[in-house]
């Protein structure tokens, strides 16, 4: 079983920048794939970006590339997502997921999730 602890969200002016932080509770976390979800008010669940177990492989949502990175420490157990130029419509709950997924997409494919951490973009 594994634990995951958001932190890091926050209300930023547009243009501005977070870093989130998901936390691990157990060292098997450096074996799974870590995702990145977003739900704002009134709108599905939305898939941001993703990590390998390694920290090699990287992929992001479209309206996020070139703004949004993914990285992570696995001698911390902790997946980081650094957001610059942040936008409105970047306001949302931003949750961490794990697992040994290959459809790394689809939030339903991974079993372990953290609670969500608030980021709210002002105009």
């Known amino acids: 079983q594994v634990q995951l602890v958001e932190s890091g969200g926050g209300l930023v002016q547009a243009g501005g920048s977070l870093r989130l932080s998901c936390a691990a509770s157990?060292?098997?976390?450096?074996?799974?794939?870590v995702g990145w979800f977003r739900q704002a008010p009134g709108k599905e669940r939305e898939f941001v970006a993703t990590?390998?177990?390694?920290?090699?492989?990287?992929y992001y949502a479209d309206s996020v590339k070139g703004r949004f990175t993914i990285s992570r420490n696995n001698a911390k157990d902790t997946v980081y997502l650094q957001m610059n130029s942040l936008k409105p419509e970047d306001t949302a709950v931003y949750s961490c997921?794990?697992?040994?997924?290959?459809?790394?997409?689809?939030?339903?494919?991974?079993?372990?999730w953290g609670q969500g951490t608030q980021v709210t973009v002002s105009s």
């Open positions: 997921a794990a697992g040994s997924t290959y459809d790394y997409t689809e939030a339903r494919t991974y079993p372990y």
């Open positions: 157990a060292r098997t976390f450096s074996n799974y794939r």
């Open positions: 990590i390998l177990w390694n920290g090699i492989s990287t």
